[in-house]
Structures are given as C-alpha cells and as structure tokens.
Nanobody, 126 residues
Framework: QVQLAESGGGLVQAGGSLRLSCAASGRTVSNYRTMGWFRQAPGKEREFVALIKWIGVSTFYADSVKGRLTISADNAKKTVYLQMNSLKPEDTAVYYC??????????????????WGQGTQVTVSS
C-alpha cells in the first residue's frame, strides 16, 4: 500500500516562505518515476505546480511558480519537499503531493498520477 502524507502548510504573509513536505510510505521515493506537487484554490480545478523525476533527477515547474518554488527530494527520508519563497496571495490553495510509477515523460495532468496525498492548506495574506 502506497501512502503519501503532506505537511508544512499554514498561514503566511505575502513575501514570506513555507516548506511543504510529502512523506512516502510503502516504497522508497526513488522507485516512483515522477513525484509531483499540485494545488487547488477554492472554486478552481486542481493545477500542476512542480515535478521531480528520478531518471536524471530533473525538475519541471509551472510558469506561474518558476523562480519562487523549488522541488527537491531526499530518498533516504522517503520525502519530497516544496520550498516556497516570495509567496503571493494567489498561491493560496490546498497543496497535494502525487506519485507516478511508470513512464519517462513530463506529466502535468492530475490523471497522469497514480497516488495522492490528502493535501495541506497554504494561505497567503496580503
């Protein structure tokens, strides 16, 4: 059984920082081909934020977060991180961690992922 558990969300002022964590259980993180972060704001669809691929250890970001958010992973801790800097009110959302176990492409759709965490709330005040 694969389980993903997010943590680290909270309330922060605009311009501030947060670091989200996604702890994986059941398998080592590197056995997942791709780990991703998504977010969902009230009344909006869930959208792609960032991903990290274990083949080449490459990363990919949504244009809206480039230069402000950084995805990384620690396989020994079975944990994926999302460092969030220069936060804006429009970053307010529930942030979800996701895992995909096959393929070598760039996957930015929710349907591309096999496992999901329950989410952590991030609120950025102006």
């Amino acid at each position: 059984q694969v389980q993903l558990a997010e943590s680290g969300g909270g309330l922060v002022q605009a311009g501030g920082s947060l670091r989200l964590s996604c702890a994986a259980s059941g398998r080592t993180v590197s056995n997942y081909r791709t780990m991703g972060w998504f977010r969902q704001a009230p009344g909006k669809e869930r959208e792609f934020v960032a991903l990290i691929k274990w083949i080449g250890v490459s990363t990919f970001y949504a244009d809206s977060v480039k230069g402000r958010l950084t995805i990384s992973a620690d396989n020994a801790k079975k944990t994926v991180y999302l460092q969030m800097n220069s936060l804006k009110p429009e970053d307010t959302a529930v942030y979800y961690c996701a895992a995909r176990t096959r393929g070598v492409g760039i996957y930015t759709s929710t349907s591309d992922y096999d496992y999901w965490g329950q989410g952590t709330q991030v609120t950025v005040s102006s």
